[in-house]
């Protein structure tokens, strides 16, 4: 607690003993009404400052407490992010030597067919566990440091990634970009989350639409940060309630072999862990089905 804080109230109440010894000198009832006024206004003089004090003290405990949880929340990242890298480790070695060995069986000349069918259906599922374990395993992997991105060049990389699927859907494509400001972020993971947002769009959109990608400078309205909302509208299939409710589960996917299901999952992540925030909304109805995810990401000061 502040010292002179301590000194202040120890000179009121020293103040208003001396006021109290006072009143038993004096007989007048005038004076003794003013003397009562002031002892009163030295007691509220007094709690006054102890009310600061106690206030002084909750806000020092608060930034103890946040503190204390962006180094335990750091600290696991770096935990997770070592246990990763030895799991990748490990997962990958093996993975590989059966990779190989497959694909040496799968060159024998004599191989009856049935066997051979069965080599290739167990080189697709080992792709697959590949695929979950660097999924997995890349999210939680130290990235560098945080860089300044421009959201709409990243977006527009992963439009071309996806340029030959998207145009065989017949998907036409609406850049609405209105921020110049670069983020501060974790170059790699915005990819991925972008990577994603636009692959299960072009998923849903099998029977062609339109795909919207929309930048704007935005300000959260909880918090007053000020940061970009990125958002990623499709006119596809849309999602039923019990589908919208369940999507950031791991491993909850509608694709059957083709889906593992970690993307929403891993994209929550990544948006959290830059303080952002994810909204999606989503309608099956035959006049506006589509769906529309709408991520913020707030600025920040240079790490
Ligand atoms: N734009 C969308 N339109 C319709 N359904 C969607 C859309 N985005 C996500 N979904 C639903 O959410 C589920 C989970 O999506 P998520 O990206 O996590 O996994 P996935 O796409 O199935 O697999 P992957 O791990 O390869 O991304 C999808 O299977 C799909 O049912
Ligand atoms: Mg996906």
Redesign the pocket.
């Given at each position: 607690m502040p010292k002179q804080h301590d000194a202040n109230s120890q000179l009121k109440i020293s103040n208003l003993r001396l006021i109290a010894e006072e009143c038993l000198k004096i007989n007048s009832p005038l004076q003794k009404t003013k003397l009562k006024n002031l002892k009163s206004r030295h007691q509220l003089e007094v709690h006054q400052i102890e009310l600061e004090m106690q206030n002084e003290e909750i806000l020092r405990l608060c930034a103890l407490e946040k503190e204390a949880f962006e180094r335990y929340t750091d600290a696991k990242f770096a935990a997770l992010g070592e246990m990763a890298e030895g799991i990748a480790h490990e997962i990958n070695n093996p993975l590989e030597a059966v990779t190989n060995l497959l694909y040496l069986i799968n060159e024998e000349k004599d191989l009856p067919e049935q066997a051979r069918s069965f080599t290739h259906l167990a080189q697709q599922e080992l792709a697959r566990v590949s695929?979950i374990a660097t999924?997995t395993l890349r999210f939680y992997r130290q990235p560098t440091a945080r860089t300044a991105v421009r959201v709409s060049e990243q977006l527009d990389s992963v439009l071309k990634l996806y340029q030959g699927r998207l145009a065989s859907a017949g998907v036409e494509i609406v850049r609405d970009y209105r921020v110049s400001a670069p983020l501060l972020a974790f170059e790699g993971e915005l990819r991925q989350v972008f990577t994603?947002?636009v692959?299960?769009?072009l998923?849903?959109?099998r029977n062609g639409g339109k795909m919207t990608l929309r930048t704007r400078e935005a300000t959260d309205w909880r918090t007053g940060r000020k940061g970009i909302r990125i958002t990623?509208a499709?006119r596809?299939?849309?999602?039923s309630k019990e589908?919208?409710r369940?999507?950031?589960e791991p491993f909850?996917?509608?694709?059957g072999i083709?889906?593992?299901?970690?993307?929403?999952?891993?994209?929550l992540g990544i948006i959290q862990k830059h303080d952002g925030r994810v909204k999606?909304r989503?309608s099956e109805s035959a006049e506006h089905h589509?769906?529309v995810?709408s991520l913020f990401i707030p600025h920040r000061e240079k790490d």
């Open positions: 695929q999924q994603n947002l692959g299960n769009a998923d849903a959109s990623v499709d596809g299939h849309g999602m589908t919208l369940r999507i950031f909850f996917s509608t694709k083709t889906g593992t299901g970690l993307g929403l999952w891993v994209t999606v989503s589509g769906t995810f």
